[in-house]
């Protein structure tokens, strides 16, 4: 059974310094992998999709990585603003059901300004 | 603009009482879902569809209801068989193909009272 985790639960840093968010899934067979944010009592944004088939793919500030073979993910958020806090998750959509999504339970982000 | 609403924002529900989270988008996508999110947890899901008069049960469909008598609406009913309501409920919808992504609602807190 696919399983994802995302460590830390929590993180705190100054503003301005570059970071790394991390995802890890038990199985390798995915169809995709997403990044979401979360802000405190609202919906979910997604960030970055990136494809069984890629390595990384990149929005702004934003660079989400994917190593099929480790199970890893990692979101690398660059310059860090205090605009930039909230809730980060990771989601794999998986291949033994029909458009069925498996996600972390986040790690919420604070920048300190 | 194009997206998902949500409503209400905020329900109570008293013990023994069905209620009805409503669920609109004007996107003309085939897929809709339905999330809960419990704090600490990843998104479970509950119901979805992917096409008008047919859905699928989730990991946890137990104790809600759901309808699509159009493609625009998919609404879930939490009956008085679900013991443990509280907790925030995502809908999201995405276009019937993998590696699309998805789009989510600002979400619905509901209260048992």
């Known amino acids: 059974k696919q399983e994802v985790t995302q460590i830390p639960a929590a993180l705190s840093v100054p503003e301005g310094e570059n970071l790394v968010l991390n995802c890890s899934f038990t199985?390798?067979?995915?169809?995709?992998l997403q990044w979401f944010r979360q802000d405190p009592g609202k919906g979910l944004t997604s960030l970055l999709l990136?494809?069984?088939s890629q390595r990384e793919q990149t929005s702004g500030r934003l660079n989400a990585s994917l190593d099929k073979s480790s199970g890893r993910s990692t979101l690398y958020i660059a310059a860090s603003q205090p605009g930039d806090s909230a809730t980060y998750l990771c989601?794999?959509?998986?291949?033994?059901?029909?458009?069925?999504?498996?996600w972390g339970a986040g790690t919420k982000l604070i920048i300190k300004p | 603009d194009g997206g998902i609403t949500q409503s209400p924002k905020y329900l109570f529900r008293k013990e023994g009482q069905n209620v009805t989270l409503s669920c609109e988008q004007n996107?003309?996508?085939?897929?809709m879902y339905w999330y809960r999110q419990d704090p600490g947890q990843g998104l479970r899901l509950i119901y979805y569809?992917?096409?008008?008069?047919?859905?699928q049960k989730g990991d946890i469909a137990e104790g809600y209801s759901v309808s699509r008598e159009k493609k625009e609406s998919f609404p879930l009913t939490v009956t008085s068989a679900q013991k443990n309501p509280t907790a925030f409920y995502l809908c999201?919808?995405?276009?019937?193909?993998?590696?699309?992504?998805?789009?989510f609602g600002s979400g619905t807190r509901l209260t048992v009272v």
């Open positions: 989601a794999v959509e998986i291949g033994d059901s029909n458009y069925q999504l498996i």
């Open positions: 990136i494809q069984s």
């Open positions: 999201a919808s995405s276009i019937q193909h993998r590696d699309y992504g998805y789009t």
């Open positions: 199985d390798s067979a995915i169809y995709n």
């Open positions: 996107l003309n996508h085939d897929a």
């Open positions: 569809s992917q096409i008008v008069n047919d859905f």
